[in-house]
């Protein structure tokens, strides 16, 4: 069987590759291989002659010739760049590969802006916190929570308003401090905590802690705000006065005799 003799040999003396699909110079007609097609590869010494850049049609079939410079590529199909939007060969098809005009080159970093940048921030590390509003206000608040906690936890002579504490408890009284917009039932809760007296007023057959009158031994009504007892003109408590805390029965609306908690002056 006889050997085909597909392709030929780069006309480069020094070179001799034979190609399969060689490539042929448009100036000098001479042969070359990949390496050497192109003009300065191969040291064409004739003029070159200007490349057609439309579409040839031959035999009815459809070329696309490839638009970088010197190569001689064709496809059968069109491969255009979207970016420039030219015919290229699949070697070229790339934005790299034909230097594509579009091509985005990465900007240069700015020194002088990147140097200003650090300095600002290494000069915000060493530089005192800021005294804004924000933090003016939140100042304020927390001085605010601070008094609070000092006048719920206070403890103090028996000139500080006091709370009369049930017959069974350990102390007769504690001085305590109320935020006036609290209900009495929070009053009751917070009281017992402070005195570590047992609170059961969520059993129903139980007795409940209820806080009293220091004068009239009234009971107040669980869901009434001190804010309002404040307020009342008949009989009211007094911001800074002293007030009773009981067990009493649940038919029960007050004490019957408060002069056995509050010593006579």
Same mark, same amino acid.
């Given at each position: 069987m006889?050997e085909l003799?597909v392709g030929?040999h780069c006309?480069?003396k020094?070179c001799?590759?034979?190609?399969?699909?060689?490539f042929?110079?448009?100036s000098?007609s001479g042969?070359?291989?990949l390496?050497?097609?192109?003009?300065?590869?191969h040291?064409c010494s004739?003029?070159?002659?200007?490349?057609k850049?439309?579409?040839?049609?031959?035999?009815?079939?459809t070329?696309?010739p490839?638009?970088?410079? $010197?190569?001689k590529g064709?496809?059968?199909?069109?491969v255009i760049?979207?970016?420039?939007e030219?015919?290229f060969?699949l070697?070229?098809?790339? /934005?790299?590969d034909h230097?594509?005009?579009?091509?985005?080159?990465p900007?240069p970093?700015?020194?002088?802006?990147q140097e200003?940048? /650090?300095?600002?921030?290494?000069s915000?590390k060493?530089?005192p916190?800021?005294?804004?509003?924000?933090g003016?206000k939140?100042?304020?608040?927390?001085?605010?929570v601070a008094l609070?906690k000092?006048?719920m936890?206070?403890?103090?002579?028996k000139?500080?308003?006091?709370?009369f504490?049930p017959?069974e408890?350990?102390d007769s009284?504690?001085?305590?401090f109320?935020?006036s917009?609290w209900?009495?039932?929070?009053v009751?809760d917070?009281?017992a905590s /402070?005195?570590?007296?047992?609170? $059961?007023?969520n059993?129903?057959?139980?007795?409940?802690l209820?806080?009293?009158?220091p004068?009239t031994?009234e009971?107040?009504?669980m869901d009434?705000?001190?804010q309002?007892?404040?307020? /009342?003109?008949?009989?009211?408590?007094h911001?800074?006065? $002293?007030v009773?805390?009981e067990?009493?029965?649940?038919?029960?609306f007050?004490?019957?005799?408060?002069?056995?908690?509050i010593?006579s002056s």
């Amino acid at each position: 069987m006889a050997e085909l003799d597909v392709g030929k040999h780069c006309e480069i003396k020094s070179c001799k590759q034979k190609d399969f699909l060689p490539f042929v110079c448009s100036s000098c007609s001479g042969v070359f291989c990949l390496e050497h097609r192109s003009r300065d590869s191969h040291s064409c010494s004739c003029p070159e002659v200007p490349v057609k850049r439309e579409i040839s049609v031959s035999e009815g079939s459809t070329s696309y010739p490839c638009s970088f410079e $010197n190569c001689k590529g064709k496809e059968l199909l069109p491969v255009i760049c979207p970016h420039c939007e030219k015919h290229f060969c699949l070697i070229h098809r790339h /934005q790299d590969d034909h230097k594509c005009e579009k091509l985005e080159t990465p900007k240069p970093r700015m020194a002088a802006t990147q140097e200003l940048v /650090q300095k600002i921030v290494e000069s915000k590390k060493n530089a005192p916190p800021s005294k804004g509003r924000k933090g003016a206000k939140n100042a304020a608040t927390a001085a605010k929570v601070a008094l609070m906690k000092l006048k719920m936890h206070a403890s103090g002579d028996k000139g500080l308003p006091q709370v009369f504490l049930p017959k069974e408890a350990k102390d007769s009284s504690l001085p305590m401090f109320f935020c006036s917009k609290w209900s009495v039932g929070k009053v009751v809760d917070f009281a017992a905590s /402070q005195a570590s007296l047992k609170n $059961n007023n969520n059993v129903l057959t139980a007795k409940k802690l209820r806080l009293c009158h220091p004068e009239t031994g009234e009971a107040f009504k669980m869901d009434t705000s001190l804010q309002l007892l404040l307020s /009342q003109t008949d009989c009211p408590l007094h911001n800074g006065g $002293n007030v009773i805390l009981e067990y009493l029965d649940n038919e029960s609306f007050g004490l019957d005799d408060v002069t056995a908690y509050i010593p006579s002056s």
